[in-house]
């Protein structure tokens, strides 16, 4: 059942290959207006992250760093906990989405996302 599980996660990880050099810096500059996403998107984005996310803030918008990314088979979206999806010494959750048919939809589903440090430590 592991075995399955670190498949699905490389599978994943594979669309996601691209967002680890865009996501060497993620900080306060990347805000929901600088990614430039529509209410509709954002309200999708959050969806996503609802279903993944070991905790929930009062308001996703004001939790979550954003960025828009290149994928290399198209667009997606990179966004990082800053508070509450955090552990207790500021490993992050981080969740990655793809957009498909008009849609954002999370790469890492609803099993959970994986922190800053063990997205990081799969690349290396």
Not at 27 to 47: H, M, N, P, Y
Not at 86 to 95: A, D, L
Request: hydrophobic share 45%; with cysteine; glycine share 12%.
């Amino acid at each position: 059942m592991k075995t399955a599980g670190l498949t699905v996660f490389s599978a994943i990880l594979l669309f996601a290959g691209s967002a680890f050099a865009q996501m060497r810096n993620l900080g306060v500059k990347d805000t929901w207006a600088a990614a430039r996403l529509s209410a509709d998107e954002a309200e999708q984005i959050f969806a996503g992250v609802e279903q993944s996310a070991f905790d929930t803030p009062d308001s996703w918008e004001n939790e979550l760093l954003v960025r828009r990314i290149d994928l290399g088979n198209g667009p997606g979206v990179l966004a990082q906990g800053t508070k509450l999806p955090c552990g207790g010494t500021g490993n992050c959750e981080i969740f990655v989405f793809r957009k498909m048919n008009g849609k954002w939809i999370s790469l890492f589903g609803s099993n959970g996302a994986p922190t800053r440090r063990a997205f990081n430590s799969v690349r290396e």
